[in-house]
């Protein structure tokens, strides 16, 4: 399959990097809204082009990746190129998700594209694992942690701060309610009781280190609610000690199976990811091989992973998989 990608950012050089590990994608080209001089690929002979001219590659690209973030660039471009190439995006933005698929389903349908949206690994991989467990386990409790990770959207709240010259900022599961989960007991945890947040901050010389702590603890939506740790250290130690975008979490299931729900059960699934962006990258070509399957069967509309059977994320036959995998 011949992939295009929109946007050269952290998301834009992994979706690079898994095409180079898939057999049978091929990276034709690269779009951006730089200027084309400035930006330099991994791969050999691939071709950056502005984006002004991505009407051209119409006829020469299956699947576009597109690469945005979910505030401002997703909700535009996800329904603009969906009219003229097959698209899969990572909107992430849970309760605008509705409104972001209605509107990509439209201009997917009236142009016979195949589209599909907020793939990744949350939402994506840890979506499928809630339907799974709630389909098997329907008397039974959701619990959903994030991390230990960085949090890139808390860490740019952070770096707005007056006084703050850069930061880094992780999302840690609170270990007492990960037993607690794991132990079946089921229990009601607020905000404050599911996550902590740590913030290392590099402050401007002179800057009021007490007043930025207190900022940080007490900004709504991102920290107030929650349990804060700031810690202040040199520039050096960010670039050594925090250079990375590590993330990862857990979803559970915890459920009740018996005529009298006698017994309990407990379903887990867990990540833990070195590179956020090239493993969101990694889910995004295995989903993009099921939209070009879907769009050569006829298919158009926009799908989310609910959607796609397992069967068509796989470059194996169904004979290679049911001998191997299942």
């Given amino acids: 399959m011949k992939i295009g990608i929109l946007g050269y950012g952290n ?13 049978d994608a091929e990276l ?18 691939v071709p950056v082009v502005n984006v002004s001219q991505i009407e051209s590659y119409k006829d020469k690209i299956d699947v576009l990746v597109l690469c945005g973030g979910s505030a401002t660039d997703l909700p535009k471009q996800t329904p603009e190129y969906v009219k003229m190439f097959n698209v899969i995006d990572s909107f992430d933005t849970h309760a605008k998700i509705p409104e972001h698929f209605a509107a990509v389903d439209k201009a997917a349908k009236e142009t016979g594209h195949t589209a599909l949206i907020s793939c ?11 339907l799974y467990a709630n389909c098997i386990l329907p008397d039974g409790e959701d619990y959903t942690f994030w991390g230990k990770g960085v949090s890139q959207g808390h860490s740019d709240a952070i770096r707005r701060i007056e006084g703050v010259k850069d930061g880094k900022q992780y999302t840690i599961p609170v270990p007492e309610a990960l ?3 794991r132990a079946g007991k089921n229990p009601t945890l607020s905000t404050r009781q599911k ?20 900022d940080i603890k ?52 867990s990540l833990k990811l070195d590179s956020n962006p090239a493993f969101t990258s990694s889910v995004l070509i295995a989903f993009a091989r099921a939209i070009n399957r879907l769009h050569n069967e006829g298919v158009n509309g926009c799908k989310t992973v609910f959607d796609i059977a ?12 049911r001998a191997h995998l299942l």
């Avoid at 690269?30 to 002979?45: H, I, M, N, Q």
């Fill in 120 to 130: 990744g690994w949350d939402p994506g991989m840890f979506s499928l694992n809630r």
């Fill in 11 to 23: 998301l834009g050089k992994g979706v690079e990097c898994a095409i180079k590990q898939a057999e």
């Fill in 195 to 214: 996550h902590t947040r740590e913030c290392f901050v590099v402050a401007e010389d002179g800057a009021d280190k007490a007043k930025i702590e207190q």
């Fill in 28 to 45: 034709v080209a690269v779009f951006t809204r730089r200027d084309p001089a400035s930006v330099k690929l991994l791969t050999a002979g």
């Fill in 218 to 269: 007490t900004m709504p939506n991102y920290f107030a609610d929650y349990d804060t740790t700031v810690h202040f250290i040199s520039e050096e130690e960010l670039k050594r000690d925090h250079a990375g975008i590590p993330h990862g979490g857990f979803v559970f299931r915890s459920g009740k199976t018996g005529w009298d729900g006698e017994y309990n059960n407990i379903i887990e699934y």
């Fill in 179 to 181: 037993e607690a989960v």
């Fill in 310 to 321: 397992p069967a068509y994320l796989s470059p194996l036959s169904g004979e290679e998989i």
